[in-house]
């Protein structure tokens, strides 16, 4: 008997048959091999998404010189890319902006991931492209075709006016930033000239290389690689963390589950199809047996009736999952402008052996079938021909119970193991996925009691230096004129004019002047401004201070570098949410220009002689848990009830008052300790707090219109415009020295705002965790106040500002409550979308200080994707799975009882009964498992429905 022959006459004609199950082999195929294609990618997509913001690069190195040999020759990085940086840009007020002129070639675009926004590179000597950093810096719109001046120095001479050269070029073209993006970006060049127009500049010339890390090698400590290669480098050289300090979402017990649970679910269907088949064609094998096929025989035609069916459909499936991958991957890189798709061998091996796994399952599945197949059925005894008695039963079969008897006798019939067997199933399955549910509810309910905290927040922090703080007050000086005289300079030795300095400052008591009464004497010109003491009577007298702490010197104390009338500009911003996995952002003010004063204020106590010693002798080095601390500092927020409530612990209950903190008449003051110890007590709950104006000093300017030594100042944004104003208006007047004398004092030395402190706090951990997230910094003395506060002084400054000046203001001396401090939430994304790595990065070019709890949460945002992904998937794992067991057990179960419903419907049933009949009992079974109830039912009644119909 030539079996191959048969086998092939059967295949062509049972073809539509063997289609169909080649067809449902290539879906499975298909999709077991897609996601794994997923799987493999995603890590992938992580890596290009970052690389596209950051630059492609690993090193970058900055020389006068060629490449470096340790980098150019070694075994982990590929071939350097070069660009040139020689130009420092100034802007139209001959600031540096820390950015550079220069040229690049079309690879380092290419490597660093450089792009044109609009426009295009410069071809002639006087075209110029710009990132779009660069242009805003220099306070461009950024319109192709306009003039764009660059200035610059001769020879980077930038301590020589006569070296300042300025060059017109024509804007052609507009690069995506990077300047400010990249790690370190501002080396790179910003404006970009044709090389032989770079050479015409008459400055040093630095090369920038940048080498990328080779694919080939495989490492995830990218940050020791660079350390001992940078061990051997002496050169200038840049390590590119925003991407290779990432740790994307790849977890490694995730994948491995994803995969198992995939895998299942594919072998599942492959092998309920090869078995399926198999039982369709048990009658043409127990038919080739009777005709004298051997066994071997009937086991060479089914194997290769199983080839027609897995290895076409197979291949076509991978085929057909690896193109959608291809032209999916083509769409998402043309969408996100960067190539991230790939799929290696790893992807076919493993669809490929889901394959081989389910014709093992399908294998032991027909070997414990062929057990009863092929074992002889006994010979059924003869009639003996007596008589049969048949008891005469009566049946309680009626017409109102019909329906439940019948499925009743289909159930015993099947035996008591086979029932409790798939409601036992059924059970299991249920359990799986409650369990599965609640472990992501309590992955989600730990995420949600976690997710008040902000994941990072930052402000503005400029890093210039400014090397005074200045207090001014007018002092109240009881029994001064009975005090000894001041030490003289001359007549005595340092050490005993040290000793009555600190013996009389003992016998002064200070007492703060109210700017009412000090109006009052400028009235009854009892005093004049110039004066620094002032006679009241036989023993008390007033005078004029102005504490200048020499902050750059002292050690103790940060720059007070934050005002509210400058913050982000629309610009950082914008490019701030484009950002992927940022949820909700939020804005407040935070402020430490501005200086307080307040009654009984001791300077003593504040130990002010720690900043500014009576010995001139300075803390230089930056003085641990002391260097970054602000004199003065105020958080102003929005005032909400659950902020309020955080500051109520504090509160005594006389001064607890919400509606006045929300107005900004309370604010919260917080002290830290003092250099040389201990706190200071002079300010308590239910005192005061003096807010200062902004300075407003007419300063001396050159004959270039720029202040002298402008360290010595703190330059607020007005300062040049009001003091061109002073100029033209003592051009056109005749120089008053009283002119505006009461407004200048009012700014000196008068309050625009004076909250009533509800709570003076020392600082602690605990304190530092409740408003963690809240107050950027803790200074020496640090408030908490309402923005409608910082609203008032805002609005007070205007109105002072144009009293002085006697109109409205214009435009480059308004002012306007402006936001510098920024708190953001991300979403589940962020965990794989590198989003505090790119803010991070951002923030740092942007100089924003930061404080990140990104690692916190992450904690439990990585539980929640972990928890989703793993029983989420086993969820959808179970569903698919029961399905799929449960139609073999129905598709079984409609052949066993074929003929006897054929028999039911030839004896007057109607369909509908016999559908009714089988679904009472599906009903029954799918009882145990509600979650997956309606589906069980609806494909129940779809099965049963098809059959009954062909009766």
């Known amino acids: 008997m030539n079996v191959l022959k048969i086998t092939f006459k059967s295949i062509r004609r049972r073809f539509p048959q ?82 550079y002129v220069g040229s690049m070639t079309d690879d380092f675009m290419k490597q660093g991931r450089i792009r044109l926004a609009e426009g295009r590179m410069p071809e002639a000597s006087d075209e110029i492209t710009m990132d779009w950093n660069t242009l805003l810096k220099l306070g461009y719109e950024g319109e192709l075709g306009q003039k764009v001046t660059i200035n610059y120095y001769e020879n980077d001479n930038i301590n020589s006016d006569k070296g300042r050269l300025s060059a017109t070029f024509t804007l052609v073209g507009i690069l995506n930033n990077y300047t400010n993006i990249w790690q370190d970006g501002k080396n790179i060049p910003g404006a970009i000239v044709t090389e032989e127009r770079l050479k015409e500049f008459k400055c040093t010339i630095y090369n920038i290389y940048i ?59 492959l092998s309920y199809q090869l078995i399926e088949y198999r039982n369709t064609r048990r009658k043409s094998y127990n038919m080739f047996r009777q005709m004298g096929m051997t066994k071997a025989g009937i086991r060479k035609m089914y194997i290769t009736e199983n080839a027609f069916i897995l290895i076409p459909a197979g291949i076509i499936g991978i085929l057909l999952a690896l193109a959608a991958g291809h032209f999916t991957g083509q769409a998402l890189e043309a969408k996100s402008g960067y190539e ?49 008695t048949v008891k005469n039963n009566k049946s309680r079969m009626n017409r109102h119970n019909l329906v439940r008897t019948v499925s009743s006798r289909f159930i015993k019939k099947d035996g008591a193991l086979m029932a409790v067997g798939i409601r036992f199933f059924a059970l299991c399955i249920c359990g799986v996925i409650i369990f599965s549910a609640l472990k992501i509810q309590n992955a989600f309910t730990e995420y949600k009691n976690n997710d008040s905290l902000t994941d990072i927040f930052g402000y503005i922090d400029r890093t210039e230096d400014k090397d005074q703080l200045y207090m001014k ?14 030490p003289s300079m001359y007549s005595e030795s340092r050490e005993s004019r040290m000793d009555k300095l600190e013996d009389t400052a003992k016998l002064r008591k200070r007492y703060n002047i109210h700017f009412d009464k000090l109006k009052e004497l400028v009235e009854e010109g009892k005093m004049w401004d110039s004066n620094n003491a002032v006679k009241i009577n036989n023993t008390d007298s007033i005078g004029r201070e102005s504490a200048q702490i020499q902050i750059s010197r002292s050690g103790y104390l940060k720059n007070p570098n934050n005002n509210i009338i400058e913050g982000f500009s629309k610009e950082f911003l914008d490019q701030l949410m484009e950002i992927n996995g940022i949820q909700s952002v939020s804005y407040s003010a935070f402020e430490s220009e501005r200086t307080w004063f307040w009654d009984n204020q001791d300077y003593e106590k504040m130990q002010t002689f720690a900043f500014h010693p009576v010995n001139y002798h300075y803390n230089k080095q930056h003085i641990d848990d002391y260097g970054d601390r602000y004199m003065f500092s105020t958080e102003y927020t929005e005032p909400t009830k659950e902020l309020y409530s955080k500051l109520e612990k504090y509160i005594d209950k006389e001064y607890v008052d919400y509606e006045a903190f929300k107005e900004g008449k309370q604010v919260v003051l917080f002290l830290r300790n003092l250099p040389e110890g201990g706190y200071d007590d002079t300010i308590n709950a239910g005192d005061t707090l003096y807010y200062n104006y902004y300075r407003v000093d007419e300063n001396t300017y050159d004959d270039k219109s720029n202040i002298i030594d402008p360290s010595y100042f703190l330059i607020f944004p007005y300062d040049k415009a009001y003091n061109r104003y002073l100029l033209d208006y003592n051009n056109t007047h005749d120089f008053n020295p009283d002119y505006k004398l009461m407004e200048k004092l009012e700014a000196d030395y008068d309050a625009c705002v004076a909250p009533q402190v509800a709570a003076v706090v020392r600082v602690t951990d605990e304190v530092m965790e409740d ?85 916190i949460k992450n904690t439990y945002r990585t539980q929640l994707i972990n928890s989703i992904l793993q029983y989420g998937i086993t969820i959808i794992a179970m569903i698919v799975m029961q399905l799929l067991i449960m139609a073999i057990v129905i598709r079984n179960r409609i052949n066993r009882r074929k003929e006897k419903m054929k028999l039911l419907h030839s004896l007057g049933m109607r369909r509908g009964k016999i559908v009714s009949v089988c679904m009472l009992e599906a009903l029954r079974e799918s009882v145990w498992c509600v979650i997956t109830m309606p589906l069980l039912l609806l494909m129940e009644l779809l099965m049963f429905t098809g059959f009954v119909r062909k009766l």
């Open 18 to 99: 063997i289609w169909k199950a080649a067809l449902t082999t290539l879906v499975a195929v298909f999709f077991v091999t897609a996601v794994l294609i997923f799987q493999e990618n995603m890590y992938q997509w992580q890596m290009s998404s970052n690389k596209s913001r950051f630059g492609d690069w690993y090193i970058c190195e900055k020389t006068t010189k060629e490449p470096n040999k340790v980098l150019d020759e070694n075994d982990f990085l590929e071939k350097p890319l070069k660009a040139e940086s020689m130009v420092r840009i100034f802007d139209s007020d001959w600031n540096n902006t820390k950015l």
């Open 211 to 269: 080498y990328p890390f080779k694919d080939s090698v495989r490492t995830q400590d990218y940050a020791n690689v660079y350390k001992k290669i940078k061990e051997d480098v002496k050169s200038q050289t840049v390590y590119n963390a925003a991407v290779y300090d990432y740790s994307p979402w790849k977890s490694k017990t995730v994948y491995a589950y994803m995969y198992i649970v995939v895998m299942v679910i594919g072998i599942l269907a």
């Open 340 to 388: 991230f798709y790939r799929a290696n061998m790893e992807v076919i091996i493993k669809s490929a052996g889901s394959v081989v796994i389910a014709i093992i399952v399908e294998e032991l599945s027909g070997i414990i079938s062929n057990i009863h197949f092929y074992k002889k059925k006994p010979a059924s005894k003869k009639w003996s021909g007596r008589p049969v």
């Open 473 to 486: 007050y007018w002092y109240y000086l009881e029994n001064y004129n009975n005090l000894p005289m001041k």
């Open 771 to 855: 408003f963690n997230g809240i107050i950027p910094t803790f200074g020496y003395y640090t408030a908490i106040a309402s923005t409608n506060m910082a609203q008032q002084a805002v609005d007070r400054q205007k109105d002072i500002m144009e009293r002085l000046i006697g109109e409205e203001l214009s435009d480059d001396m308004d002012f306007e409550l402006c936001y510098n401090q920024i708190s953001i939430k991300y979403d589940l994304a962020s965990t794989f979308s590198a989003t505090n790595n790119k803010i991070g990065v951002y923030f740092n070019n942007n100089n924003i200080s930061y404080s990140s709890n990104v690692d």
